[in-house]
C-alpha cells in the first residue's frame, strides 16, 4: 500500500486546509484499516488528527473535531482532510497513514505512510 499527500503549503490564518491523501496498492472500502491523518508540529511529537475507517465512519481528536472533517472518494481511492479557522498552530508536517491502530499516532500502529506534506499557516 502506498499513500500521497498532496494540498498547498502556504495557508492563511483562519483559511481553511484542503488535504488529499491518494491511496494505490489497496483499497479504502475494502481493507480493513484505519485510514488516519497525523501531524507533527515543529520540534514536537506526532499527533493524531483522525480517522476514515473501511466502512465509512469517521472520528477524530477531541481537541480538533470541531474544526476538521475527513472525507473519502471512493471513485479515485482518495481521502482528505479538511481543517477550518487555521491558526499558526496548526503548522505541522501533516501525513496521511494506514494501519490497524485507530485512536493512536503511535508510528508502530502504521505499517503505511505517506512522505508527509509541509504546512505553514501564516501571512
Known amino acids: ?26 483499497s479504502i472500502t475494502t481493507n480493513d484499516y484505519y485510514w488516519s491523518w497525523i501531524r507533527q508540529p515543529p520540534g514536537k ?3 493524531w488528527i483522525g480517522y476514515l475507517a473501511y466502512s465509512g465512519n469517521t472520528y477524530y481528536s477531541p481537541s480538533l473535531k470541531s474544526r476538521t472533517s475527513i472525507s473519502r472518494d471512493t471513485s479515485n481511492n482518495q481521502f482528505s482532510l479538511q481543517m477550518n ?39
Open 45 to 47: 511529537g506526532l499527533e
Open 85 to 123: 479557522n487555521l491558526k499558526p498552530d496548526d503548522t505541522a508536517v501533516y501525513y496521511c497513514a494506514a494501519g490497524a491502530g485507530g485512536i493512536t499516532a503511535t508510528p508502530t500502529a502504521y505499517p503505511y505512510w505517506g512522505q508527509g506534506t509541509q504546512v505553514t499557516v501564516a501571512t
Open 1 to 26: 500500500v502506498q499513500l500521497q499527500e498532496s494540498g498547498p503549503g502556504l495557508v492563511k490564518p483562519s483559511q481553511t486546509l484542503s488535504l488529499t491523501c491518494t491511496v494505490s496498492g489497496g
